[in-house]
Structure formats: structure tokens, C-alpha cells
């Protein structure tokens, strides 16, 4: 079970008693690790030189990756799975835009709605904000499918991609909670008056889970209404105490006719109130009295629990699991250093995969990091960075984080819907994705590479030409570097791995009677082997 740290100054102290560290991963492999958990990708073979250089320069390596634009990219991806808000299921509805016939336009709109609160929080991160900007910036970020559509302007006008926008139908500043993306994600029914959009906001920004347990609706008085049990069972009061005020806040982006997709674009300060017509107590935040959304943000940002949901997320994203009561020294300790940082997300970062468990997979011991599987953004991202190739499909829709048209649950992702959490084995459908992509990445960057010369191309580098039959000792010299490159390990030109691989490289050669085919077919065996998806 989960441990739920309270704020430091309210905890008792507790005194941990003192155990040797795990031993770390050796360097390469934990090297790995780092830079696919920050910023999506392997090391480079320029890295993996200055760290030959100077085994001591891990943690200067750390700082550039963090400093890397990859870095905010890599936040948007990490949160998505607790936003839940890549869903690409968003109703437009029959009064919807003209382009949205198009298919492809039509799923970029909705990943782009999906992304908005994401791209608040990687800006946040990325530009070293306070953390607690998340729920109080009065700007949020929109990009070309946003600003077509959405009542925002963008700050720059000149300004490409993702970019600063502020809405202009007067709804409040305060960061993800006054995003369309937010609650186009978590809409709310007449019955439900927005008990789930409050749920929501408990279970993302404060880690508080107890409105996803099951509810037994057999226990307390059945013989009360459902409105009498709400005021008046204490199996129903207990979380309905809070859960009700909470949901006050959210009126604004009250939808009367759920369907329409033109109504679902707007935020309207005139049906703020409208939680005293259907009966509701007045809004508030877990007994504190607050007038509206306008309020809620700083509120959040005020709690204790919010600075430890984030650190809590943090060891999810990082240690593959969430804090015990033995790590209570471990979690102090990034609690600290968050706060003395500023509560920049870089500080949290930084600490976390300080961690000594964080850089061991030993499993003799308790609570070391096991080799994890890439999720399927990284996945896709540490591909392209080796061959140049990212797997899209119907004319621009990324493969590998789209599930009507691509693989990502197939590939062990979260849709966010359907699919909340990734699985924690392999599959049929997981090991069939890699060997899809790994076959067109191969196929891509040897086709891509035999026309260019050596020292222009990602992977193979080592040899003058693809299509000619190399000697054993040139094909020996592009496999260890194809090995380097990708798996991020040297292996000796004589070892027995590099005598298999030569073997096969020869085998493939002569069934396909083209050397160029055979690079390719070994690249793609490099990117499925377990040292690759694994890290």
C-alpha cells in the first residue's frame, strides 16, 4: 500500500535505520536509463565519448540532458498517462467545423485538445516556473488546430507550434483547470453534476484515489433517497463532504446539451452559480470556503498534498512505483530538495533519479528500479533519433500514441479511457509492434544511409558503402558500432557476440543476396533485442 506523506512540518519524526546503498548499474546502462526517462532517447556515440573520457561526468551529463529541449517533451508525455487526456475519442458532434470531415485533421484536433493541459505543464517545466504555476498561470498554451477552433489569442502572433495563447470568453486564470482540454476530458452528466471533474481533480493534482475505489451501494440505509443519503448516510456523507463543494467550482464549463460540440468551446461566468439550481451546497475546497474557479487554483496550490502528489507522480514516472513507509527518508529528502529548488520541476527531477534505488536493479534489494519496458513514446522517440524514422500513418497521425488509426494500446500504452494503466508484462500484441517498427526503422535507415556518405549518416558509419559485401574485419567494425548506437554498450571486436552477429549478418546476406537488405535485418534485430526496449 501506498504510503501518503503529509506535510513535513505535521509528521512525526521518524527514525529509519541506517542500510547500505544498492549497488549502482554500471555506468553505460544507467546512463541509458537517464536519458530515455528525460528526454526519450539513448545516449548519442558524442555522450558516450565524453563519458569514456571522464567516467566521473554522469552528473554534468544529467544537467545538459535536462537542459535538452527534449526535456519538456518528454513531461507532456509522462503526464499524459495522469491526465488521461490523450484519449482521441473527443466528441465534435454534428455541429461541429467543416474540417473536421477530414479524418486526419479530425485527429489532430483532438490530440491537440488532449495536449493543452500537458503543454501548460511542459512549459512549467521547461522554463524552471514553480510548480504551483500549473493551477494558477492566467495563460495556457494552444497551437494552430487550438486557435482555429478555441475562443484564444495567441500572445506572439508570429510565434509556430505550440505557443502562449489567453482565452477571451472571460474565464479564469488558473493554469490546467481553465483549459478546454481539461474538461472536454472529464465532462460531466445532469445526474453527475460534476462529481467526477471534482474526482478528477483530487486524483491528479492531490493523489487522492478514493473515488475510483469500488462503492458497495448495499451498505448503509437503503431505504433513504439518494438525496438523503448524501446528507445523511455516513457511508455516502464521508466522501460527498467534500467531493460536493468541490464540484461547485466547475458550473463555468457547465454543458446543457453534452453533444454539442459548439457549446463544449466556451466558458460561461453567467452559469457559475448554477450549482444552487440543482441543490448543491455552495463551492469549497475540502472545508475551506472559496467564491469560484477562480479561487480553487490557489487554493491547490496552497496544500501540502499538492507538492507531495508531484513528488509521488515523480517516483512513478522514475521508480516504476509509488513511496512506502521504509522510503519516508528517501521521500524527505526530494521533498526538501524540491522546495530549496524553488519547486522547479528540474530540482524534483534531479533528485529522484538521485536516488540509490533509482540506480540499481539489483533486485536482492527492497525497492531497486527492475529493467523497464519503453513506453511507446519513447519507444517511438528513441527509434527516430537512431534512423530518422517516426511510423506515421493516414498522412501525418503518429502511429505510436493514436489508437484509432495507430498502435498505442496495442504497443502497451494508455488511451486514458479504456486504458488507464500500462500493463506490467509483455504481449503478443506489445512484441508485434516492435517487430513492425523495427523492421520499417531498419529498412528506412539503411535505405536512407546507402546514399549518403559515412560521416553524415545516424547508424551506420563505419563503412564506405551499404550495397557492397563488406570484409569480415570492415562488417565487424559496423556491427560494434551499430551495438554502440543502439544498445549503448561496447563489446570487443572478438568477442562471442560480435562472432553470432557477424554469423548472422553473413546468413542474411546470402538469403537476400543484397548486403544493403542484410543491414537493415541486423539494425532491425539491434532495435527488438531487450537491451534496446529495455531500460
Known sequence: MALIFLAVACTPEVVVEASADPPPMEMYRLASRIALDVIGRRPTEVELDALDANPEGLDDQIAAWLADPNFQERVVSLYADVYRSRSDRYVVGPDGDAEFSDTTYKANFMRSVGEEPLRVIGRVADEDLPWTT???ADWS?????LLRHFPMEADDITATGWRTVHYLDGRPGVGVLSTNGMWWRYTSTG???NRGRAAAIGRILLCDTRYEQPVDFNAGDPTLTGSERLSGDPTCVGCHATLEPLAGNLYGFWRKHPESYTEALRYYPSRERDWAAFGGPPPGYYGQDVASLHDLGPAVARDPRFTNCAIEQAWGFFLG????LEDSASFTADREAFLAGGLTYRSLVTAVIDNPAYRSDDPE?????PPRRMAPDQLASGVEALTGYRWEVEGGVDAMINDDYGFRVLNGGVDGVLVTDAPD???ATISLVQERLAEAA???AAGQ?????ADSRLLFRELDSLTASPSDAAARAQLSGLVRRIHGRTIATDSAELVELLALFRDLEAEAGSSQTAWAQVASALLRHPDFVYH
Open 321 to 324: 512505483r509509488a513511496p512506502e
Open 449 to 453: 544511409e546507402a546514399a549518403q556518405p
Open 191 to 193: 445526474d453527475n453534476r
Open 365 to 369: 534489494y527492497a525497492g531497486t528500479t
Open 141 to 145: 498554451m494552444g497551437n494552430d488546430y
Open 442 to 444: 531498419g529498412d528506412y
Open 134 to 136: 500549473i493551477v494558477t
Open 425 to 427: 508484462s509483455d504481449s
